[in-house]
């Protein structure tokens, strides 16, 4: 459990950061909390000659609301976020789901950024920031773009994102209404065995938006178009939820692990989403 | 002098802090400011840092090791292999179980994470650099980690160097990968009563392996003044001494010139009793190099290649008639050891003390049958918070009682009752051989269920199949119950030895004249409290206050020789010698006091803190004015000073017992589950600290939940462990751990000097089958016989589908 030796740089501006990255190429990375890295470096799973640690760059902090716009800077904690009182009346599924990653300690170093940029399926945020049609925004060499959370992951750890490319700030609108993440675990400071992110609005008795995705249910976060419309118009009544519910499950490709077998995964998902569904509803 | 005012007896008693005082511990002072001293603390002047390089595979041959590009990196001092050991005979080891092991791998490899090669390095970091760069040759074997596949005829060779023996240190071996066949009971007397009685039920019940896993890894500084010759080891050692022993026949060291210490353990478990090759490997790179080798492993090298426990499949049949009254129990195990026998039990015992499986009732006949077997798994066999195998003997019990419970159609409480050995059979004498020295189960039982109010539980539990069969929930109660009986404090010195060392204890007093005192014992805390908790025994004894006592332990130039502590042993052994020591100290007090007041020693009584003379209430001398007169007055006939020392041999085990009951609600579309109430009940004999007991128990009892509810060491096909971090060993925080209420009853030890029996086991041992017991009951109503462990939400889960609970 020792890391090869690397060097470490500590830039205070983005530009300083990705001119580092660029020196190295390769055998540059950048580190936020180090909560997932580190552990790889470790186990000597990841050799990183340079890390480049975002911590001093004091752009990439902050939370910004205004109105239903919310703006999270890449090196919040994840502690910041459980925090923030304005936060918590804006979007308060981050802070439900902040709650329900690992532990105190982890949380108080682990950044949303870090979370999100990862690309690990049992990372809680990325599949939050999908149900909420979050954006990434991503500067690099060349400049900035901004990348569709729903658009970002492509397989276990490989993503949109570029080497070069550091992500500094995520967008989303608000979504108002209900809302719920639901995870299964074995323990504290595990990653989902299930979970699910449920947001829902209401007009008069019927739903009007909904959006459903899932943590650790295939190689990538799972966002569920099919299981939302299944939702919208109707009161989500029972059939309603298993109709959803059902949906959802068609796009999942869980796998067996230490948590169980991938049909025991599937089981535990169904009540996962059922129950983050109803609760929304019961919020809405 | 200011003589303070006259205080009653009772302040006096007070003061003490002796039996029965719920004294703060001491050891928390250091402890919760994190100014503990373990030995990764220890930093020895020019002192290397030792590393192995270890094998992936589970059962190869090494074909070649190249240590060129590891001994070419700045920084590495020395590669060794089982070439390089080999000269010195310590490429194998003898294991305590009478086995011998590979120090480092001598031509192959038997379990993934064994020892290949040893790095030495001036730095941690080069060091584990240089593990990288040492390239070996594998050619991969097939594996088996099933031992009943290992005893098939065409199973590989496992254990070369044994080819051809048909015996080994504890009987026959019928096959190249059976260890040994281990017996206790009338085989045909319980043959002939099970197959003639009315009701017979059989199972299978397997204890699955897990590992003690103690939050401070093994690790060493072993450091070679080539001076004076003398070599200093500093440890991770539950046994101190033994391993001095041990240092000295390997190394041929004289054994004055070794000095063993054990500084502050961070948990033993069972984990740190024996000797491992990194302990070997630093003390030769100390003797070689003539610097001081350290040698600590990560938590990934010691979950997987630091002794394990259990690992247990205990095949049972016990026998009853129509009424319930149990007639005979018979059990086959098939004991996984891994690559090496290395279980750490008294010698004559390779078995351990399974053979307390007849648990706490009263069965006229049974027979056990133990086969050990290897297979390409680390090895181990270590007794995680227990005595020597009784957690297995215990979940075998109350598991079976639970499965005839379901076979006769009966209370699985009331069957328990009818069969308890009564309070009138004590001494008992089981049918396989042990003397249970005291014990009241009824008592005991009925408190428990009268707490827990048992009729009332059962009537919701009904009520909620009811509600579940309607439809109207998804959540079952499940009630476990266990009344286990243990067997701890080995052992007596007849039949009880570590590698031909009796398993005596001892303590060693010296009182200063001031009135305070150092009593050095044998054993070795590593969490128990032995600080704060013999200091209690011997104030109790000799009437000093506990604060004026300090107990040391570990340094094997210091302390009286002693077996160490493991297996519930320290109280029971080295408790007893304490109170022993301090009743020389007494007596030879007495003597003085008698000259001082100028009586007869038969005129004076001991009262509290003084010897008094009898009729005479203001005619006394405290223990504090005795200490003083022993150093500064010429007693003729009485040599001056005040010590003792006190090796103790215990005529018989103590045999603990407790009635646990663990209330759980359990979801069966999950397999989640929520511990509503948990109420355990211990009786360990004569209670020496309250506060001290209770938290012995509230660890035992998270560990024990632990290892029902999901801790495992699992292997997958091919020999690689599946669960070596602590992301998947299940290692409970205060989140998952429920309340627990404790409760006790006392029926001191008979043959005890205090009447203590030891308690930091119990828990462990009865609150395992106390949760599995709960996760079976929530479905008995629905055919369920048995189902193994961890019940881990997949696994409660697949039992509920299996049951067709899942519509
Ligand atoms: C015991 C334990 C339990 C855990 N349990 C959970 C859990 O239940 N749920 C969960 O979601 N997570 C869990 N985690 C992971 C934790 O939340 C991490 O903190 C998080 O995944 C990564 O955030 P970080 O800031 O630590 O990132 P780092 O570890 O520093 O980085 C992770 C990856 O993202 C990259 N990266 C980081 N920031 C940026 C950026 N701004 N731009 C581009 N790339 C970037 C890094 O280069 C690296 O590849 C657990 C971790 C531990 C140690």
């Known amino acids: 459990m020792i890391p090869a030796a690397f060097e470490y740089h500590r830039p205070t501006d983005l530009q300083a950061a990705l001119a580092t990255l660029q020196e190295f190429g390769d055998e540059a990375r950048v580190i936020a909390g180090g909560h997932s890295l580190v552990p790889m470096m470790k186990l000597r799973m990841a050799t990183i000659g340079h890390l480049v640690d975002l911590r001093a760059i004091a752009d990439l902090k902050g939370i910004r609301i205004d109105g239903a716009a919310v703006r999270i800077g890449a090196m919040v904690t994840q502690q910041e976020l459980i925090a923030d009182a304005a936060l918590a009346r804006a979007a308060p599924i981050l802070r439900e789901t902040a709650l329900q990653i690992a532990d105190p300690q982890v949380r108080a170093v682990g950044t949303i950024g870090g979370n999100v940029a990862n690309g690990d399926p049992g990372n809680d945020m990325p599949a939050l920031m999908q149900c909420l049609d979050a954006s990434f925004s991503l500067v690099g060499p060349n400049g900035s773009r901004a990348v569709k959370a729903r658009e970002f992951y492509e397989a276990a750890y490989v993503t949109a994102r570029e080497d070069d490319e550091i992500l500094v700030a995520i967008d989303f609108a608000a979504p108002g209404g209900g809302y719920a993440y ?103 | 002098m200011n003589e303070m005012a006259p205080i009653s007896r009772e302040e006096r008693v007070e003061k003490l802090k002796g039996l029965g005082c719920s004294r703060k511990r001491v050891e928390d002072v250091r402890f919760t400011q994190g100014k503990g001293n373990y030995v990764d603390d220890l930093k020895l002047p020019g002192m290397l840092h030792g590393d192995f390089v270890r094998s992936p595979y589970a059962h190869a041959r090494v074909k070649s090791v190249d240590k060129s590009a590891a001994l070419a990196l700045p ?74 596949k290992a005893l098939q005829p065409d199973a590989p060779v496992l254990r070369e160097d044994l080819q051809g023996r048909t015996s080994g240190a504890h009987g026959d071996r019928r096959h190249h990968n059976h260890i040994f066949l281990w017996e206790a009971g009338d085989k045909a007397a319980t043959d002939e009563v099970i197959a003639s009685a009315d009701v017979v039920a059989e199972e299978m019940v397997y204890y699955h392996r897990t590992h003690p896993c103690p939050l401070e890894t093994c690790g060493c500084v072993a450091s070679m003044d080539t001076v004076n010759g003398k070599l200093t080891v500093h440890g991770t050692f539950q046994a101190p001494h033994v391993v001095r022993t041990v240092a000295s026949l390997l190394s041929g060291i004289e054994e004055h010139k070794i000095r ?79 690559a090496f026998d290395a279980c750490a039990d008294p010698s004559k015992f390779p078995a351990g003390f399974f053979h307390i499986c007849t648990g706490s009732y009263d069965i006229p006949v049974a027979h056990v049958g133990v086969d050990g077997v290897y297979t390409n798994k680390a090895p181990g066999g270590v007794a995680y918070r227990c005595s020597f195998r009784v957690t297995e003997a215990a979940y075998f019990i109350e598991r079976m009682i639970e499965v005839l419970a379901i076979e006769l159609g009966m209370d699985a409480a009331e069957l328990r009752a009818k069969n308890f050995i009564r309070k009138e059979q004590f001494p008992y004498h089981s049918a396989l051989g042990w003397e249970y020295d005291s014990g009241d189960y009824h008592t005991a039982w009925d408190k428990a269920l009268k707490a827990v109010g048992y009729a009332d539980l059962r009537k919701e539990q009904a009520e909620r199949v009811e509600a579940f069969r309607r439809g109207e929930t998804r959540k079952l109660i499940g009630i476990g119950l266990t009344h286990f009986t243990e067997i701890v404090g080995a052992g007596p010195v007849k039949n009880c030895d570590i590698l031909g060392m009796g398993m005596f204890d001892s303590c060693e007093i010296r009182i200063h004249p001031t009135g305070s005192a150092v009593a050095r014992l044998g054993t070795i805390s590593q969490g128990q409290g032995h600080a704060t908790t013999f200091a209690q025994i011997l104030a109790s004894e000799i009437g000093l206050p506990a604060d004026s006592i300090t107990v040391e332990e570990g340094d094997t130039d210091t302390a009286p020789y002693g077996l160490g502590t493991y297996g519930s042993r320290s109280t029971p052994v080295a408790g007893a010698a304490t109170a022993m020591a301090g009743r020389k100290i007494r007596a030879k007090a007495q003597m003085i006091a008698a000259y001082l007041l100028e009586v007869h020693d038969g005129d004076l009584e001991w009262d509290v803190d003084r010897f008094v003379v009898k009729g005479a209430p203001e005619r006394f001398k405290t223990m504090k004015e005795i200490a003083f007169a022993s150093y500064n007055q010429a007693i003729p006939g009485v040599e001056p000073g005040l010590e003792a020392v006190s090796y103790y041999d215990p005529p018989n085990m103590t045999y603990p017992f407790g009635a646990y009951v663990c209330v759980m609600e359990i979801d069966v579309d999950t397999g989640v589950h929520e511990i509503r109430q948990f109420y355990a009940l211990d009786d360990c004999g004569t209670r020496i600290n309250p506060m001290v007991i209770e938290g012995q128990v509230h660890g035992g009892l998270t560990e024990a939940l632990a290892i029902a509810m999901g801790q495992e060491i699992a292997y997958d096909e091919i020999g690689n462990v599946k669960t070596g971090t602590l992301m998947d060993f299940f290692l409970p925080t205060a989140w998952e751990t429920p309340h627990y209420t404790t409760d006790f009853t006392e029926t001191p030890s008979p043959h005890h000097p205090i009447g203590a029996k030891g308690v930091g086991e119990s828990p462990n041992v009865g609150g395992v089958p106390a949760f599995s017991n709960a996760v079976h009951d929530a479905f008995r109503p629905f055919g369920l016989r048995q189902s193994h462990m961890p019940h881990d939400h997949w696994r409660i889960w697949k039992i509920a589908r299996d049951l067709g609970l899942h519509g």
């Open chain 2, 75 to 148: 920084g590495v001092v020395a590669v060794l292999t089982a070439e390089d050991l080999a000269p010195l005979n310590l490429h194998w080891m003898p294991t305590l179980a009478g086995d011998k092991q590979m120090v480092l791998a001598d031509g192959k490899v038997l379990f993934q994470g064994q020892e290949v090669a040893f790095v030495v390095a001036s730095d941690r970091y080069v060091a584990a650099d240089a593990v990288d760069l040492v390239v070996v040759d594998y050619e991969e074997l097939p594996v088996v980690t099933d031992p009943f």
């Open chain 2, 260 to 338: 063993v210490i054990s500084p502050d353990i961070g948990g033993g478990f069972g984990n740190k009793v024996g000797v491992y090759p990194g302990y070997v490997c630093s003390i030769v790179a100390s003797i070689v190099t003539g610097r001081p080798v350290k040698w600590i492993e990560d938590r990934m090298e010691n979950l997987t290649a630091t002794a394990f426990a259990r690992d247990y499949w205990m095949k049972g049949k016990i026998a009853a008639t129509k009424d319930g009254r149990i007639t005979g129990l018979s059990c086959h195990v098939t004991a996984d050891h891994g």
């Open chain 1, 182 to 284: 639901e995870k299964q675990k074995r323990k504290i400071g595990d990653y989902a065995t299930a979970a699910a992110a449920v947001t829902i609005r209401k007009d008069g008795t019927a739903c009007s938006a909904a959006s459903v995705a899932m943590t650790n249910l295939s190689d990538v976060p799972v966002w569920s178009k099919a299981a939302g419309d299944a939702l919208v118009g109707s009161a989500c009544g029972p059939a309603d939820v298993g109709r959803a519910v059902a949906a959802a499950l068609a796009d999942i490709a869980p796998t067996a692990d230490n948590r169980g077998p991938a049909e025991f995964k599937r089981h535990a998902a169904g009540v996962v989403i059922r129950r983050a569904i109803e609760r929304a509803w019961s919020r809405a």
